[in-house]
């Protein structure tokens, strides 16, 4: 492929972002380099002593990125050093070595890093020395050209000014872009973070009620089963001895009471499962409220609107909702009849229990419906009462599809 | 508990369908001492329609929850075998009862079912007779089913306008208790009990009928509507 000017370009500009010490101590070659022609002056002694100035000025610059108020002072101080002794008009002769040079257009480079890396206070101070430096250099140079000294100082001032001003809003914007980045890679990694915590919820909320699923189902195999076998057994050793004559009647009583026992324990081991996750929700939410509808002491009547299932633990949270503000409204609102809805909304669904009892139903801490409202809030779900006093009362979940 | 009158001593032919082995066996044991023939026992429900259409037998056993789902199999199966044969009847035993499953199961199902608590086997000679009496084409409810009806609030206000007396009358009914049984039951004259059935029907505005197995299913319609 043939090489592309604008392609090299880019290559070369990427490679320098990649490395950019590399390109400082090239930019402080180059402005040694352009300023040489200046450094060669007489005595001897002078010009080293000039090549010494401009090769830390140029080398302030190759260590800008590393220290950039070092580097700025080591300029600034030069460049303050040129203005005051570089010219001297009044003396006579200045001192040669101090006289200005490109290599100058550091002090520029290091203004525009200082407002780059280091904080706006620092970077004001840089920019205020920096003016103060060129108005020293503009004083000190204007009366040479005494003939028109003022409209000659008020243009070089207006440029040596334009210039660092320009250098320390570059600077600045820069520092700005940079603070705005590094804060959006914040906000991105407590997004990244909020979404990681989430899944991880969602995940511990359906663990916890495929749980209490196999708890119930467990109970159901196991134990219960087990239980009603007992059961049948010591009923049949019951009726054997009631039917045999000369049975003892002592063992009979104990028998009799062994096998009540065991009845009573799985009436309360069948309500403890159905408590831990009732049978009917592995048949889906619909068809869980409708049994709980037509199990309610007051008459209740049911519409879902439902496409797709939510997940088991949403489902079981919705059913326990409506389990609750069901025994609610038969406990308290003297209502007559109470409607339970449920259906999308958006993302997630909503459950309404309505009733036409008394209303003022509240939201009290630590009450009933301020249980619900923690429960459903572990989901990111809500909880609105509407129950004006003389009702009807609305309490209405909202809950996502999942976890 | 329905429990039949006038049980004579019939050697019943059954298939079990239940997943847990204990009680599976168990109830073989049980119904075989008890002069029974137990011709299957089996674990699931595709199992259960194979027996029947192998056995044929009088009745049929079945656990709601069997594999693989672990929901409804037992009741579906139910269906399935009162569509094939109707002559052979299906009592469904659960850990839970439903009013709504039995309501279901009745609705399709009108002669010879039966929709108990598993707890029941623990009254093993009561038992045995709902077996005998799904067997016969009869209807057997559990009573835990009758109470939920009875206390519900749906059809509140009719029922309200029955007595006491009336209420007690129609849970026996829905229990699939004869007159008769009721009468022995509740220390009255079969011709008081006659007169119950007629007002409990007058008012929940049915025809009354002489045959058992339609009053259940009209008064569980009912009070399922």
Redesign the interface.
Known sequence: MKPYAGLMLQDAYAWLRRHPRVADAVLGVVLLAASAGQLRISPLSAALAATVVNVLLAASVAVRRREPVLAFAVGASIGLAQAYFGFQPAAGAPVRALQPTVTDLAIVVLLYTLAARRPRRVSALGLAICLAGAGIAIARWAPVHRADGAGLALIAGAGLGGVLLTAWVLGDAAAYRRAYYVSLEDRLAVAERARELQERRARAVDDSAARLRRIERDLHDGAQVRLAALAMTLGEIKENMEQSNGSDDHTLTLVGAAHRSAKDALAELRDLARGIHPPVLDRGLPAALAVLASASAIPARYTAEITERPSPAIEAMAYFCAAELLANATKHSGARRVTIGVREQGPGLVMTVTDDGDGGARLVPGGGLAGLLERVQTVDGRLDVDSPCGGPTTIAVELPRHA | MARATDTAPERLRIVIAE??A??RD??TQ?LT?RGHEVVAAVADAESLLQAVEEHRPDVAIIDV?MPP????EGLRAARSIHAGHPGVGVLVFS??V???AAAELFATAPAGVGYLL??R?????DFIDAIAQVARGGTVLDPEVVR?LL??????DTLAALTPREREVLSLIAQGRTNAAIAGTLFISGKVVEKHVANIFDKLGLAPSDNDNRRVIAALKYL?S
């Open positions: 997943d847990a204990i009680m168990g109830l049980t001492r929850r789902t672990h929901t409804d850990q839970y439903e009013t709504r598993k707890d086997v623990a009254d093993v000679s939920q206390t519900v609030g749906r059809r509140a399922e």
